[in-house]
Nanobody
Framework: QVQLVESGGGLVQAGGSLRLSCAAS????????MGWYRQAPGKQRELVAA???????NYADSVKGRFTISRDNAKNWVYLQMNSLKPEDTAVYYC???????????????WGQGTQVTVSS
C-alpha cells in the first residue's frame, strides 16, 4: 500500500557529503513520522534521524551536527543531508514512513529497500 524508494547512496571519501532522498507513493491517507535507519555488516539496524510531520527532528548522537533530515509533506519525500562523512557511517541506509492507510486509525510502518553508503578512509 505504501512504497518507499531511496536514492542518493554511493561511495565517498571521508569528509565528503552525500544527500539521500526517499519518495513515498501508494494509497495512504497521510504520512506521519518519517526517518532514516542504517545497518552496518554484523550490526543491528539503528536510528539515524527522524522527523515528524510538523518538522520536529531527532538524531542519533553519532550524527548530530553532521547530518540533517528534512521532508516535503506535499510531495511525501524525506531527505538526509550527510556532511563530514566518516568510515564508520558506512552502512545500508533505509528510510521509513509511518502511514495511515485505509480506515486504520493508527499508522503502520513501511520501509524502503535500502541504499548503500560507503565511506572510504
Amino acid at each position: 500500500q505504501v512504497q518507499l524508494v531511496e536514492s542518493g547512496g554511493g561511495l565517498v571519501q571521508a569528509g565528503g557529503s552525500l544527500r539521500l532522498s526517499c519518495a513515498a507513493s501508494g494509497n495512504f491517507f497521510r504520512i506521519n513520522g518519517m526517518g532514516w535507519y542504517r545497518q552496518a555488516p554484523g550490526k543491528q539496524r539503528e536510528l539515524v534521524a527522524a522527523i515528524t510531520r510538523g518538522g520536529n527532528t531527532n538524531y542519533a548522537d553519532s550524527v548530530k551536527g553532521r547530518f540533517t533530515i528534512s521532508r516535503d509533506n506535499a510531495k511525501n519525500w524525506v531527505y538526509l543531508q550527510m556532511n563530514s562523512l566518516k568510515p564508520e557511517d558506512t552502512a545500508v541506509y533505509y528510510c521509513n514512513a509511518d502511514a495511515i492507510v485505509g480506515v486504520a486509525t493508527t499508522p503502520l510502518r513501511y520501509w524502503g529497500q535500502g541504499t548503500q553508503v560507503t565511506v572510504s578512509s
